[in-house]
Every structure is written in C-alpha cells, then in structure tokens.
C-alpha cells in the first residue's frame, strides 16, 4: 500500500479499541512531558542565538507564550490520574493532542521561520536545524499516536520545505530535500511501528480475556468441587478436608474441637406436600439460619439432602454445645414462607468433642451417633455424646462388625409362634421369627440386629436365609396351616429383594403356604414400588398382612387402596385392652375397619385370659401371643401343629365357640 494511502487512513481513522486507547494514553502521559521539555529547551536556545540580533518581541515575548502555553500543556497531562482513565476520556485527550499539537507545531515553525529574516547564515542554518531535529524529536515523542506525529510532521515540513525553497539558496534548497527524505522514511518506520504497537496491545488484551475466562473455569470447577450447588455452602468434599486439617491443628496444640451433625426432622413431608422447588427453598433457608446463628469460627457443610454439620474450633465444653444446640434449634424451628404457605421444620442435632485417640472417622462417628440419639430421643432437640454413649456405640460397632462377618446360614435361625382362631378353635398357622445367635456374643434379639442388618444393607441377606428355611419347615406343616414371614422396609422397597423373594418361593414345591408380613413403614416409605411389590408377591398366592397397625402414620385410603388381605393389631393396643376404654374403643373400630374392609384381624401379643376374653368381646378371632404358645423351634411347631390337628383344643378356645 502506498505510503499516501496509508496516511490517507491514518487522518481519517476512528479510535481503535479502548485497550489500543488507553495504551496510546499511557504512552502520551510518559512522552508528552518530555517532548515539551525538549521543544522548549531548543526554542530558548534558538533565541538565545537571536537575542542580539532579533527583536525582543520574537526572541523574549513569543518565547514566555509558548513557554506559558506548553507549561499548561504539560500540568495537564501530568496532573491526569492514571489510575482513573476511562478510554473515554483517554480518546478525549488524543483528540485534543491531534488538534493542539499541529497547532502548535505551525506556531513552533511560525517563530522561527520569522527570525531567519534576522540572522547571518550561520544563525539561517540554525534554524533550518532546528526545526528539522525538533520535528524529528516530535515524531519520536508520538511514536504510539500515529496521527498526531504525521500531522505535526506534514505542519513543519510544508512550510519549512516551501521556505527554504523558495530562498532559492543551493544549501537550503538541499536541507529541505533531506528533511523530506528522513520524514519520509521515518513516518513509513512510525506506520509499522504503529501497526507493530496496536498488534501488542491486541494480543495483550487477548490474553487478558483468555486468562480471565480460564480464571472464570477455575473458579467454577473450585465451586463445583467444594460447594454445595444448592445451598452455595461447603459441600462434604470440603467438610472432609476441613476436618481433617482442623483435627490436626487441634491435636498438635493440645486443644479439642467438636463436630455438630444437624438433621431436619420433617423434611420429606415438606417435600411431599409442598414440592421438591419449596423443599429446594426450605434447604436454602436453613442453611442461611445456621449460618446466622453458628460461632464466627466455626465452619458449615452440607453434606446430602437435609444434612448438615458444623466443625467448631472453639467452645467444645458440653454446656457450650448444649447452649449453641439450642440456638440452633430455635432458630430452625421458626416458621418458614413458601409461597403455598407456611411450614416448620425442626432439627436433631448431635454433637461430639474430639478426644485424644479420636480420627477424623472416629469424631465423625460419634456426632452421627449423637444425632441419631438426638432424632430418637429429643426430637427437635440436642445431644452430647457422652462417655456411656462411647461405650455403646463401641458395643453396637463390635455387634455390627460380628454380623457384617456372619455365617448367616449358621448362625440365623427361625422360631415359630402359633396364630389361633377361636372361632375355629383351631391353630391356623405360624409366625416366622429370626433369631441370631452369635458365636461370641450369645443370643440377640431381633429387635436389635434386625434394624442393624438393615442399616447395614444385610436385611435382604438375612430375609433369604429365613425364607429358605421357614419354606422347609412349610413343606412339613398340615396342608390348612400357612406360615408367615416378616419383611423388612428395605425389601419392599427393593425391585432385587422382592425378585430373591419370588425366585425362592417359585423353586419351593407348590402350592407354597407362605405369607407375608409387612409394615406401615414399608408402605409409607416408598407408595409405589411398595403396590408394585405387594402385586408381585400375590402372584405367588401369597397373602399380605399389615403388621404392627396403629403404631405409624399410615393414612386409611392407603389401607384400603392396597391389596392386604390381614392386618395385625399391635401389641401395644392389646396390653392396655383391659385397663383403658380408650384402647378398648380403638381396638372396636379397628375390628370394624378389619370387617368393613373384608379383612381378618389379628391380634398380637395376648398374654392373659383377661386380655383373651376383653378381645373376643370386641369380636377379634385370630389371635397370637405368649398365651397361645411362645416362639418355638420348628420341631416344636410341628408337634403343636399335629396336635392342633387331631382334635387337640386349648382349654379356652372351647369357651369362645369353637367348632369342635
Ligand atoms: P413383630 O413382627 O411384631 O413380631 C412379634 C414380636 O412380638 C416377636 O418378637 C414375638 O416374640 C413377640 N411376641 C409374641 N407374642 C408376644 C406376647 O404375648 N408378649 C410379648 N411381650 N411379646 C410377644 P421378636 O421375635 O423379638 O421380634 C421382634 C421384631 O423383630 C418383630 O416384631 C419383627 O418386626 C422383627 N423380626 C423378627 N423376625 C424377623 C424377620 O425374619 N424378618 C424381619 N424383617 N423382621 C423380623
Ligand atoms: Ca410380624
Ligand atoms: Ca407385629
């Protein structure tokens, strides 16, 4: 492209970005003084040449203008705060130079074109000198702003070229001919330089941009990694590390801290009734509350669903953790707007102090145990972990570890308890109770190991192992008696436990007299795989009972809308039968319920006469319970259910009208 062209671009461009406009600034504001200082510098050397020679007006006057004038000049530009610059007012600024600067260039020139008149030739030379080395130091001082140094440039050399051409001496002729030449060539070096400069500035920004948005991926994957998306606190990944540093900070300064583990007591209705979006809110909030309330130096995690935990670094005495327990508590416990209403939920929060032998795991452990306790035992509430807890839970670990290693097929056997019907005066079937028996802890009761199988996720093992062998015992039995089984929550809620369960009644001999037990809980826990699972079962012809009624929270319409064929009343109905009305008339409208829905009824757990006779009057027929026969080994099963068989009636069962 011809020098011409590109000049023709240069005069007409529009400021470049605002980064190319702020580098062009800051060049400015470094070079601008100095290129005042140098043209004032000359300008007074010049007139010190002149000053004998020239009139006072030019060689003392004009110079104190110009000087007054590039001082004004030179206070702008360097009172301008660098820090503050906006591209706006920087491309203001450029504007301003592009303009003053050719101004007072033909000034510059102006003056002295106006003394050669006076001065011999030597003092004529002098200032085609100066004005040639004074336009080059210009174009050098605005290497960045291509268009103020070709306008300075092109404002000295046409009147300096056009001057001393037409003085018509050889010499001068020849010096404007050299000035020509080096601005020529030194504005084709200024273009590339400029073009190099404004690339620089480009690729400077470029990188800007790239690092800010690999800045901008780093943060995200950090927040990824260590928050909670939801509630926007540490996640568990961070509690972990957390408190394993704190642990150790603790541990080498001989200090305690303590672990806070805080869990919603209601929060899955809350997602029921109002909806995931307003569980998602209520989360938020209570994060937002333990946040408020937690000691300035502690550190909150979320780690799943309604769980939280608190590492605190100091006050880990039990009455400081009982008092923040509290304040915890209440301020959870407040009601919560949603926009369908307003709902409260309440937290168990479970604490433990870190002890000289604790881990990370340990600690951890324990503020679970505590919470645990705390849901069980104080609802709403707080415990400490205490040293009578550290004893149990060790006990419960040994139990746990004892089982996790079990020979089940072993070491769980089954107990059977006979279900009679005194209208029939007959044994119509039994109950199939697991019993464990521990090589090195003796016998123990279902009612412990069988919630622990199932937090441990050993209940289906376990279910498998009874069925199997309540299915041999079943093979046995008198055609008309059934046998019935237990099923835990963690079956029903199992598309893999139910499928072991069909498999092994199908490869029975048939028709297989096995029924099945089921509890509210299972049903409630999970609505829909529970009616997928009770139709399956079915299937197999066997018959569902509702175990443990009255103890939960299930609603009647569910009763009704699955396919139960017996719900058994729980024992706790039955020991009060005789003492409280009120249970009396609980147990009547549930022997209603029972007949209404064309259900039978049984009642568990029938120890006395008097509690016999108290349910016969309601008109309850099936009963089970220490009076009828406690849980008993198989064999003795199948000689009670022989007797049964041959006429064989317990005294009372004649007294209730039993068809002999
Ligand atoms: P459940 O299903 O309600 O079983 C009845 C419990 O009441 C049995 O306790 C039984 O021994 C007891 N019982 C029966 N008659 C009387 C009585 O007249 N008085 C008193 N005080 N108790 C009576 P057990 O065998 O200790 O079982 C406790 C619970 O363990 C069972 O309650 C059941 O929920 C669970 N369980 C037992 N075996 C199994 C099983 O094989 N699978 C599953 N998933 N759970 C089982
Ligand atoms: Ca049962
Ligand atoms: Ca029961």
Request: with cysteine.
């Amino acid at each position: 492209m011809s020098v011409f062209r590109r000049l023709g671009r240069v005069i007409f461009e529009s400021p470049g970005s605002a980064e190319l406009s702020l580098a062009q600034w800051h060049a400015l504001r470094r070079q601008v003084p100095l290129m005042y200082a140098m043209l004032l510098a000359n300008m007074v050397i010049l007139a010190a040449t002149h000053l004998s020679s020239a009139p006072k007006f030019l060689t003392i006057l004009v110079p104190c203008v110009m000087i007054a004038l590039c001082a004004t000049r030179v206070l702008r530009w360097v009172g301008s705060d660098s820090a503050t610059i906006t591209p706006e007012q920087a491309n203001r600024d450029i504007r301003a130079m592009v303009i003053l600067g050719p101004l007072i260039a033909i000034g510059f020139a102006g003056w002295a074109l106006s003394l050669y008149p006076f001065g011999s030739p030597p003092q004529q030379a002098h200032i085609a000198f100066f004005m040639a080395i004074t336009t080059i130091g210009c174009m050098f001082c605005l290497l960045n702003v291509r268009k103020a140094a070709v306008a300075i440039s092109a404002c000295v050399l046409i009147p300096f070229t056009g001057f001393f051409v037409l003085t018509g001496q050889p010499v001068f002729i020849a010096i404007a001919l050299n000035m020509v030449v080096v601005t020529a060539v030194l504005t084709t070096i200024l273009l590339d330089n400029y073009r190099d400069f404004a690339g620089l500035v480009a690729s400077r920004q470029e990188m800007a941009r790239r690092q800010e948005q690999t800045q901008q991926l780093l943060d995200e994957n950090h927040r990824l990694a260590w928050l909670d998306s939801l509630t926007g606190v540490p996640n568990r990944r961070s509690f972990h590390k957390e408190l394993a540093r704190a642990l150790e900070e603790a541990k080498a300064g001989g200090r305690t801290i303590a672990v806070a583990r805080l869990n919603l007591d209601r929060f899955k209705a809350v997602n029921e009734v109002f909806g995931q979006i307003a569980g998602d809110r209520v989360l938020i909030e209570v994060a937002q509350r333990i946040d408020v309330h937690r000691p300035f130096s502690s550190f909150l995690a979320r780690l799943d669903s309604d769980n939280f935990a608190l590492i605190l670094t100091e006050n880990s005495s039990g009455p400081s953790l009982e008092k923040l327990g509290q304040r915890l508590c209440e301020a959870i416990a407040r009601p919560i707007k949603l926009p369908l209403g307003t709902t409260h939920v309440t937290a168990s929060i479970g604490f433990a102090a870190s002890g000289p032998e604790d881990t990370l795991e340990t600690l951890f452990d324990h503020a679970d145990y505590a919470g645990l306790l705390a849901k069980r035992d104080a609802r709403g509430g707080t415990m400490v972990f205490s040293a009578i807890d550290a004893h149990d839970l060790r006990q419960i670990r040994r139990m746990e570890h004892l089982l996790h290693t079990a020979d089940l097929d072993e070491e769980i056997y089954i107990l059977l308890q006979p279900q009679f019907d005194i209208a029939i005066g007959e044994t119509t079937g039994f109950e199939v109770l697991a019993r464990w028996r521990s090589p090195v802890l003796g016998e123990i009761s279902p009612a412990e190991f069988i919630p622990m199988a199932e937090r441990m996720g050993l209940i289906g093992r376990i279910t498998q192992v009874v069925l199997r062998k309540a299915l041999a015992v079943s093979e046995k039995l008198p055609r008309r008696m059934r046998l019935s089984v237990n099923l835990s929550a963690n079956d029903i809620g199992s598309p893999a436990a139910i499928d072991a369960v069909i498999a092994q009644v199908e490869a029975a001999p048939r028709p297989s007299r096995v029924d099945f037990e089921i509890t509210e809980t299972a049903i409630m826990r999970d609505l829909d795989h529970a009616k997928e699972a009770l139709s399956r079962l079915l299937g197999l012809g066997a018959r569902i009972a509702l175990d443990d009624f009255g103890t939960g929270h299930s609603s009647l319409t569910h009763v009704q809308r699955l396919p139960l064929h017996r719900i058994k009343i729980d024992r706790s109905f039955v020991a009060e039968v005789t003492s409280d009305p009120t249970s009396r008339a609980i147990v009547k409208t549930m022997v209603d319920l029972c007949r209404n829905l064309g259900m039978s009824c049984v009642f568990e757990g029938i120890e006395t006469e008097a509690q016999l006779e108290a349910l016969a009057g309601l008109g309850g027929t099936v009963m089970q319970g220490y009076l009828f026969g406690r849980p008993m080994p198989p064999d003795q099963a199948l000689a009670h259910a022989e007797q049964s068989e041959a006429g064989w009636r317990p005294e009372h069962s004649q007294r209730f009208g039993a068809v002999s």
